[in-house]
């Protein structure tokens, strides 16, 4: 960690977003995490996507639980909402926010232990009901919290620091969306924003529940030889299969694509994504054919990256038109609407006698 | 991911160990032609050692209290400061600081040996340059003579620049450190004659340091009848200096706006004058004079006239009774270069003096012509750039004497590169083959998260000096109008530095490449990118890299993927969070020492070389 204050001082040619903010203005507290976390830098990327979604600060949700990934939420964004739930509840949390208000935009922040051992319960319930968020898991196999043991996330045959080698096989969380239905499922690199920024940017505008895995080495515990999550194994694991491009609704695209290279989805809010295949053989719509791949490169110590699946003709209802809930926010109601009052009380009771 | 390939048309890892390269990056040293280690003596300042940060300057500008006044600062437009936010430090005003401070500093100038070495030097003009000679030969027990015309020394510092900008108790005192070495200075000693110097002196070498004296005339109808009212610039300021005239015109126009302009339309005002008009040919952009004259005249209520070009003196029986003008309109082009100009019309403005201040010249009536020492076309003798040293062997030329006008910082730096060449000429040595600069690089890391430098950024803006009152100063012609900064001014300016002389060194082969120090830059002037062309590499930095008068730093291919490291200097605030968030100390902050040698290095090295008899 650093003791030292970022300063308020910024390159004065900072481009600005269509709210008239800076990168900088969406930056939150001091980190405290160790010095080349790789939680540091997708915190840059998170600050990267919400200025280029010109977000308004207020409309965002941070929530999260318990480890090192879960500090996280309080270094971006400080004029957004925060909640730092128990130890791997942040989806409870997430659903009763999101049921209340579905106007903001929700962001969680967990780790392999928040999200693979102490909240895998509720992480799966949180893909089946395809609770409207994006949920980002920074992934680096180790408990660097307590010290760095394996997390449920440690990959068969890799390495701790002190010299141990882990048995146990991992739970892969890519696999685990593809199979509970998640309706947008990506796996980025810390040391990638290139592929990262847009994943987050395309996950926040997502309707639904969008997952990116982000494999984020731990500098500390799991960045030495024989870790298959160090800075170096997966420079050189990673393999990219489909680069997605946001394109916010605001902006035309620009860039020019060979013929039967890119693929365009559009989200509800009128941006879209363009999906660049790397591999022709590969179709990120095909839930099965995904899954099937990430399996396959697994087996062979590949990190699969990039935009895995999505739901792309929105086959998927997501949670709030599953539970019908009100399209205002529940504080904005009146009194009347929110409370049945005694009268209707009796009648629901009635219900049930 | 693989490793990208190297390609030809790729930038070449920097390499840091050239001393330009972090010399540069020290903008303020850069640009000061002594080479003054700025961001070390606003440090020191920073901690109250006043006395060490006086040393620190004089080690390289001799003069740091005439110089805190009065130099033409060229470190405060390069500073960084004042591209990261609005306004350079103040670093003339922070030298003043020093001076002002310190304490007495006897016991830390150099022993002057007693056995001299045999070697006599004449120096003409007991102005910055020759007295800078002085200051750097006496230490290695040469015998300077100093022949100066006027009753006074100091040269232009004292005649030229008045006393409520200068002190003449600040001349006196930084001059007689110079003089008590033992110095032979022969004041109203005129030299009539070069080839009498030479042939009966019995001098090495001789240094003419005797300044650009000559100030230009302005031929008009009419100058030679208004005479009596008519005045060259320099020349009156001279006659100010030393009380031969007290008293000038109500009105008065100065011609020329350069800052010998500024001096005399202040001093006027000090002299009875209740209406003095500046008369400037050219628009604002094109004025001669640094910002900070133009601003205090126009403070004191002189008035700035533009576009007004001199066409005759007007005289009514007899007397200047004023001046006319063509009124001047001038087109531009895109680079803001006139392109075109029209005379408009024609205003009469009257006037009881006018005095002339657009330029000077150096006149060297008393350099024979047959004596080896070759003059160009404008009757200007050649001199080298580096030696310093004229045609004739054994003279050398320094301060406004070798390349007409310029400052006193120059003339300072003249002055240490001639004492160079006199001594390797005295030595019998080659006078180009010279020590070359060199630099030093020292961690500031102190521990896990102590840096032993204050790199804190102080939000602080510029502090403004304190004058005295627009009522007290025309009392008297000698009121020093700027008071110097107060301790908490200093304290609070000097937190303004932002320490570029603590450099950001990179060493690409411990870089794991995790951004950190990218995500943490402030002034995000840091990359990792695909080597490219200069041009490429600039366009695919995280900001702007705009200023191309600034460098990129370029390390070697980075380890895991080939990508390098790329820096832009141009905003660094030295903030060293880099350093503070690599995990493998791939970045740290080290403090860079330039060493830019002079005489005495010169000298001990010199020393070394010769064979030891036992």
């Not at chain 2, 960084?80 to 005003?93: F, L």
């Not at chain 2, 004659?193 to 240094?207: E, P, Q, W, Y």
């Amino acid at each position: 960690m650093t003791f030292i204050a970022k300063p308020k001082v910024s390159h004065p040619s900072l481009p600005r977003n269509a709210l008239g903010f800076t990168r900088r203005d969406y930056e939150g507290a001091l980190s405290t995490l160790c010095a080349g976390c790789g939680h540091d830098s997708i915190t840059a990327a998170i600050v990267e996507a919400c200025w280029g979604l010109s977000l308004e600060p207020q409309n965002l949700v941070k929530l999260s639980g318990i480890g090192c990934s879960s500090k996280t939420t309080a270094y971006f964004v400080s004029g957004g909402h925060g909640f730092n739930s128990v130890h791997g509840r942040m989806p409870s949390i997430a659903t009763g926010a999101n049921a209340a208000n579905r106007r903001l935009s929700y962001i969680g922040v967990s780790g392999d232990g928040d999200t693979l051992s102490i909240g895998l319960g509720q992480f799966c319930h949180a893909i089946r009901r395809n609770l409207d968020m994006l949920y980002l898991i920074e992934n680096n196999g180790v408990y660097g919290l307590t010290k760095g043991q394996f997390s449920a996330s440690a990959d068969i045959g890799t390495r701790a620091k002190k010299g141990d080698t882990n048995l146990q096989p991992p739970i892969d969380p890519v696999l685990l969306a593809l199979d509970l239905g998640a309706t947008f499922v990506a796996r980025g690199f810390s040391g990638d924003k290139r592929q990262l920024v847009p994943l987050i940017e395309a996950g926040l505008r997502h309707r639904g529940f969008a997952l990116i895995d982000v494999l984020s080495p731990c500098v500390t515990f799991n960045d030495h030889e024989g870790s298959t999550k160090s800075y170096a194994y997966t420079r050189e694991h990673h393999e990219r299969t489909v680069l997605a491009d946001f394109v916010p609704r605001e902006r035309e695209i620009t860039v020019e694509y060979e013929p039967g290279e890119a693929r365009e989805v559009a989200l509800h809010d009128g941006s879209r994504i363009v999906l660049r295949k790397l591999e022709t053989d590969y179709d990120p719509t095909d839930r099965a054919a995904a899954a099937a791949k990430v399996q396959q490169r697994m087996s062979e110590g590949e990190h699969l990256t990039g935009l895995i699946y999505l739901d792309a003709r929105g086959e998927r209802p997501e949670f709030h038109q599953v539970s019908a809930t009100p399209a205002e926010p529940l504080n904005s109601l009146p009194y009347e609407v929110l409370s049945p009052g005694s009268r209707g009380l009796a009648k629901i009771l009635e219900r049930y006698r | 991911m693989c490793t990208l390939p190297q390609q030809w048309n790729t930038v070449d890892a920097t390499d840091t160990s050239r001393p330009d390269y972090y010399h540069r990056v020290v903008d303020c040293q850069w640009a000061c032609p002594a080479h003054t280690d700025v961001p070390e003596y606003i440090r020191l300042i920073a901690q109250g050692r006043f006395t060490d940060a006086y040393m620190v300057n004089r080690h390289s500008n001799v003069f740091p209290g005439i110089l805190g006044r009065v130099c033409d600062r060229p470190c405060e437009p390069a500073c960084r400061r004042g591209r990261v936010e609005a306004k350079p430090v103040a670093i003339c005003r922070l030298k003043r600081v020093a001076a002002d401070y310190r304490q007495d500093i006897t016991g830390r100038l150099p022993k002057i040996p007693k056995v001299k070495n045999g070697k006599r030097i004449a120096c003409i003009g007991a102005g910055c340059a020759s007295l800078t000679v002085a200051n750097d030969l006496m230490p290695l027990g040469y015998e300077v003579t100093i022949f100066e015309q006027l009753e006074q020394f100091g040269g232009l510092m004292r005649t030229n620049i008045p006393a409520f900008r200068l002190p003449a108790s600040v001349l006196d005192e930084e001059i007689g450190m110079i003089l008590a070495m033992g110095v032979d200075l022969k004041l109203g000693h005129r030299i009539e004659s070069l080839r009498k110097l030479l042939a009966d002196g019995g001098f090495d070498a001789v240094f003419v340091g005797s300044g650009a004296p000559k100030g230009k005339e302005l031929s008009l109808p009419g100058r030679e009848q208004a005479a009596a009212n008519v005045h060259i610039g320099i020349s009156w300021l001279e006659s100010a200096a030393f009380g031969h005239i007290e008293r000038i015109g109500e009105r008065v126009l100065i011609i020329g706006v350069g800052n010998t302009a500024m001096d005399c339309c202040r001093t006027s005002l000090r002299l009875g004058a209740k209406q003095v008009k500046v008369m400037a040919r050219k628009p604002r952009a094109f004025f001669k004079a640094s910002a900070w004259e133009l601003e205090d005249a126009e403070e004191e209520s002189v008035e700035i006239i533009v576009n007004r070009s001199p066409k005759a003196f007007v005289l009514e029986a007899g007397r200047l009774a004023g001046m006319m003008f063509d009124c001047m309109e001038y087109e531009m082009d895109a680079r803001g270069r006139i392109s075109a100009e029209r005379v408009t019309g024609e205003e009469f403005i009257p006037a009881d003096d006018v005095i002339l201040a657009i330029g000077q010249e150096n006149a060297f009536p008393w350099i024979e012509r047959d004596l080896g020492i070759r003059f160009d076309k404008w009757n200007v003798p050649e001199v080298d750039a580096v030696t310093f040293q004229s045609t004739l062997p054994g003279v050398f030329f320094g301060g406004d004497a070798a390349f007409g006008p310029k400052n006193i910082i120059w003339a300072v730096e003249h002055g240490h590169q001639a004492a160079i060449s006199i001594h390797r000429h005295c030595q019998g040595e080659q006078l180009t083959e010279r020590l070359p600069p060199g630099v030093t690089l020292q961690s500031r890391k102190m521990g896990m998260h102590e840096w032993s430098y204050s790199n804190d950024y102080a939000p602080v803006e510029r502090r403004l000096m304190p004058h005295v009152s627009l009522k007290e100063r025309f009392k008297k012609i000698n009121i020093e109008v700027e008071l110097g900064f107060s301790a908490e001014q200093a304290e609070q300016e000097a937190q303004r530095c932002l320490n570029c002389d603590v450099q950001t060194v990179f060493s690409a082969k411990l870089c794991i490449e995790c951004d950190a120090c990218i995500d943490i830059c402030p002034v995000d002037c840091l990359s990792i990118v695909a080597n490219g062309t200069e041009a490429q590499l600039r366009a695919r930095l995280k900001a702007p890299a705009s200023n191309p008068a600034q460098p990129l730093y370029v390390s070697a291919a980075l380890p895991q993927t080939g990508r390098v490291m790329v820096k832009d200097e141009d905003l660094c605030v030295h903030c060293g969070l880099c350093a503070e968030r690599c995990p493998t100390a791939a970045w740290d902050m080290q403090k860079s020492l330039i060493h830019w040698p002079h005489v005495g290095e010169e000298a001990r090295a010199l020393e070394q070389r010769k064979p030891k008899i036992a």
